[in-house]
């Protein structure tokens, strides 16, 4: 091992340039402090807003404190080395020619969430310079994040879903106009539907239109984040969240018990606010469900995990209704494949409710990444 006494050493990745950059550095402050400091050695590094890859200076707060969210500002610039032989960090000295190596690197931790870091991004560019990593590759971390494919891939797995329209003009990419999306989708659709950037998370840039006329607004908002957006119609039921582990040792993942979020009255939906600003939800960890719709979450949660082909971890979010026969109708809504690790997220608190307690999650989803290695294309 690279680090002192023979520790593994972690480089934990954080910040990033996509909105979620301060969910990001909350997640991974979580993360640091899980890991043991007799078996990892940490090396935090800091991506900033604008692209930067720094060592934070001391003191980097990774913490909502007071309602401020923490932002990665200053710090020594690095780099990762090209050379995969070399499998560490360099850093960047002001006037120099080439940087100068800092550290070897034994194993990445991206708590990354969003463009640049959890669609496949950075997971190529460490394939690229052969150092393992925690979590998907680069397929499953792309197609995760847009939603359209997500939707693609677990349609073609027979895994049920909401009705939705992605919006394109005539380049198949920008959708400003929201006129694309025509008098008989709507009519399909129904009202209320939510309007969504289609690779984007934590809620930014999503708005719930109850009335056509604040169509075009939403439409603006969410391309605002994204050219391509997805509209989506309302699947009115219970909002259940279920954590997906890769097995110790390969073989099937393994599923959480799920969790149940239930709005507080007068919160009309999960935006970002109630995500991580307001008390505005309360957590069932477990849900209360029936042992039916037990396996039947567990189940269809594995089958996404799989039919993305993702690895390490997920979080698979659902809707559970009740359909037109009065049967159960369980949908799928999302796959985060680099749920958030914030003290309120879900992914790790479902799974201590599963009996694996933070630091066994993070040593787990670490010792994985090491045993599996870098696999190029994935």
Same mark, same amino acid.
């Given at each position: 091992? =690279?680090?002192?006494?023979?520790?593994?050493?972690? &480089? +934990?990745?954080?910040?990033?340039?996509?909105?979620?950059?301060?969910?990001?550095?909350? #997640? &991974?402050?979580?993360?640091?402090?899980?890991?043991?400091?007799?078996?990892?050695?940490?090396?935090?590094?800091?991506?900033? @807003?604008?692209?930067? $890859?720094?060592?934070?200076?001391? *003191?980097? /707060?990774?913490?909502?404190?007071?309602?401020?969210?923490?932002?990665?500002?200053?710090?020594?610039?690095?780099?990762?080395?090209?050379?995969?032989? &070399?499998?560490? %960090?360099?850093?960047?000295?002001?006037?120099?020619? +080439? !940087? /100068?190596?800092?550290?070897?690197?034994?194993?990445?931790?991206?708590?990354?969430?969003?463009?640049? !870091?959890?669609?496949?991004?950075?997971?190529?560019?460490?394939?690229?310079?052969?150092?393992?990593?925690?979590?998907?590759? +680069?397929?499953? #971390?792309?197609?995760?994040?847009?939603?359209?494919?997500? @939707? @693609?891939?677990?349609?073609?797995?027979?895994?049920?879903?909401?009705?939705?329209?992605?919006?394109?003009?005539?380049? *198949?990419?920008?959708?400003?106009?929201?006129?694309?999306?025509?008098?008989?989708?709507?009519?399909?659709?129904?009202?209320?539907?939510?309007?969504?950037?289609?690779?984007?998370?934590?809620?930014?840039?999503?708005? @719930?239109?109850?009335?056509?006329?604040?169509?075009?607004?939403?439409?603006?908002?969410?391309?605002?984040?994204?050219?391509?957006?997805?509209?989506?119609?309302?699947?009115?039921?219970?909002?259940?969240?279920?954590?997906?582990?890769?097995?110790?040792?390969?073989?099937?993942?393994?599923?959480?018990?799920?969790?149940?979020?239930?709005?507080?009255?007068?919160?009309? $939906?999960?935006?970002?606010?109630?995500?991580?600003?307001?008390?505005?939800?309360?957590?069932?960890?477990?849900?209360?469900?029936?042992?039916?719709?037990?396996?039947?979450?567990?189940?269809?949660?594995?089958?996404?995990?799989?039919? %993305?082909?993702?690895?390490?971890?997920?979080?698979?979010?659902?809707?559970?209704?009740?359909?037109?026969? *009065?049967?159960?109708?369980?949908?799928?809504?999302? +796959?985060?494949?680099?749920? *958030?690790?914030?003290?309120?997220?879900?992914?790790?608190?479902?799974?201590?409710? =599963?009996?694996?307690?933070?630091?066994?999650?993070?040593?787990?989803?670490? =010792?994985?990444?090491?045993?599996?290695?870098?696999?190029?294309?994935?």
């Amino acid at each position: 091992m =690279s680090g002192q006494q023979g520790r593994v050493r972690v &480089a +934990v990745v954080f910040g990033g340039r996509s909105e979620e950059h301060a969910i990001s550095c909350i #997640s &991974a402050g979580s993360v640091m402090a899980a890991l043991d400091p007799e078996r990892y050695e940490v090396v935090p590094v800091g991506i900033a @807003k604008d692209g930067r $890859w720094v060592l934070p200076d001391p *003191g980097q /707060r990774l913490a909502l404190t007071d309602g401020a969210l923490p932002e990665v500002t200053g710090g020594t610039a690095v780099s990762l080395v090209g050379d995969p032989e &070399a499998r560490g %960090l360099a850093v960047l000295e002001p006037g120099a020619a +080439v !940087g /100068r190596a800092l550290t070897e690197v034994d194993v990445v931790f991206p708590v990354l969430h969003g463009a640049f !870091g959890e669609d496949g991004t950075v997971q190529g560019l460490l394939e690229m310079t052969g150092l393992p990593y925690v979590g998907s590759g +680069v397929f499953a #971390s792309a197609a995760s994040m847009d939603k359209e494919f997500t @939707k @693609k891939l677990l349609a073609a797995a027979g895994l049920p879903q909401g009705d939705h329209v992605v919006l394109r003009d005539e380049h *198949g990419a920008v959708c400003a106009d929201a006129a694309l999306l025509g008098e008989a989708e709507r009519e399909r659709l129904g009202l209320p539907v939510f309007v969504k950037p289609a690779r984007a998370g934590s809620s930014i840039g999503i708005s @719930k239109v109850t009335d056509w006329a604040q169509f075009p607004a939403a439409v603006a908002a969410a391309a605002a984040v994204d050219p391509k957006v997805i509209v989506e119609a309302a699947v009115p039921g219970r909002e259940i969240e279920c954590g997906v582990l890769a097995a110790r040792g390969g073989g099937l993942p393994e599923a959480s018990l799920p969790a149940e979020i239930r709005l507080r009255p007068g919160v009309d $939906w999960y935006d970002f606010a109630a995500k991580y600003l307001d008390d505005a939800a309360e957590f069932d960890i477990p849900a209360d469900l029936t042992p039916g719709q037990l396996a039947a979450v567990q189940d269809t949660a594995r089958r996404a995990y799989l039919a %993305l082909d993702c690895r390490g971890l997920a979080r698979v979010d659902f809707f559970l209704a009740p359909g037109p026969d *009065g049967a159960d109708r369980l949908v799928v809504n999302e +796959v985060n494949t680099m749920p *958030g690790f914030t003290p309120i997220s879900m992914f790790a608190r479902m799974w201590a409710a =599963s009996g694996v307690e933070f630091a066994e999650l993070v040593d787990r989803l670490v =010792s994985g990444a090491l045993a599996g290695g870098a696999r190029p294309g994935r």
